[in-house]
C-alpha cells in the first residue's frame, strides 16, 4: 500500500472512532484532503488510493492541478475553503461543487449572478467568524440569520452549510457547539469544522466534514 492509503486508512479509523464515540454514524463525517501547497502528483497519489473529496484555498492554483483530472475522475469533489474575491466568482462557481467560503452580501451577489451565467449550482456554506476574531474572515455569529435571510430573500440562494475555524489558542470544542447548534436552528444539514489538530473534538461536536491537510500529506512546505 502507498504512503498516503496507509495514512488515509489510519485518519479514517480515527474518524470512525470518534464518531462512534459521539454515537454517530461514521459515514456521517466526510474527510475532505486539504491539498493547497501540495503537487499535483500528490493529488494523483490521494486520488489512487480511492480518495476523491479534496479542498484548495486558492482558486488560481485548484484550477491549474483539477482541471485536467476532472473528465478522469467523474467522482471528484472539490471545496473551497479559502477566501474568495468577487472577481474570480465565475471561476469558482465553474470549478468548485462545494463553496465554503461565502461571507459578505457583495460575495453573495457576485456568486448568484456567476451561477446565473454559468447554469451551475455549487452547494454553498456561511463561513462564521466563530470567535469574534477581528483578523479573521466570516460573518460574526449574530449577523448569521440576517445574513441567511439576505443570501435567500435577495439572491435567491440556498445555503446548505456552515462552517467554521475556531480561535487557535482555545478549547475548540465550545466554539464547535455554538456552530452545531446555529446549524441545527436553521435547518442546514452540513457542517464542515475541525482540521487536522481538532477534527476529534469537531466530530464529537457534529461536524458532517472535516479539512484534513497536515495529517494526511505532512507540514506544508
Ligand atoms: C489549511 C486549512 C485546513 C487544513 O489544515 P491542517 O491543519 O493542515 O489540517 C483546513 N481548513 C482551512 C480553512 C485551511 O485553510
Do not use: W
Not at 44 to 60: N, P
Not at 91 to 112: G, H, S
Not at 128 to 155: M, T, W
Request: with cysteine.
Amino acid at each position: 500500500m502507498s504512503d498516503i492509503a496507509e495514512k488515509l486508512n489510519a485518519l479514517r479509523a480515527q474518524i470512525n472512532a470518534a464518531a462512534n464515540a459521539a454515537e454517530r454514524d461514521p459515514a456521517s463525517v466526510k474527510l475532505i484532503a486539504i491539498s493547497k501547497f501540495q503537487p499535483r502528483e500528490v493529488v494523483f497519489d490521494v486520488l489512487s488510493a480511492g480518495h476523491s473529496f479534496f479542498g484548495e484555498s486558492r482558486v488560481q492554483e485548484a484550477q491549474k492541478k483539477f482541471a485536467p483530472l476532472r473528465a478522469l475522475h467523474p467522482s471528484l469533489e472539490l471545496h473551497l475553503i479559502g477566501p474568495l474575491q468577487t472577481n474570480k466568482a465565475e471561476e469558482a462557481v465553474a470549478l468548485f461543487d462545494v463553496i465554503q467560503t461565502l461571507d459578505r452580501p457583495k460575495l453573495a451577489a457576485a456568486l448568484a449572478a456567476a451561477m446565473e451565467k454559468r447554469g451551475k449550482t455549487p452547494r454553498l456554506y456561511v463561513e462564521v467568524n466563530i470567535g469574534n476574531e477581528p483578523q479573521k474572515a466570516g460573518v460574526p455569529l449574530r449577523e448569521l440569520e440576517s445574513f441567511l435571510r439576505l443570501c435567500h430573500a435577495d439572491y435567491g440562494l440556498s445555503i446548505q452549510g456552515l462552517m467554521c475555524l475556531p480561535p487557535q489558542t482555545e478549547d475548540p470544542t465550545p466554539f464547535f457547539s455554538a456552530l452545531k447548534e446555529r446549524a441545527d436552528f436553521h435547518g442546514l444539514p452540513y457542517l464542515s469544522m475541525g482540521m487536522s489538530a481538532d477534527f476529534d473534538a469537531a466530530i464529537r461536536a457534529g461536524a458532517t466534514e472535516v479539512r484534513i491537510g497536515s495529517a494526511l500529506f505532512g507540514a506544508r512546505r
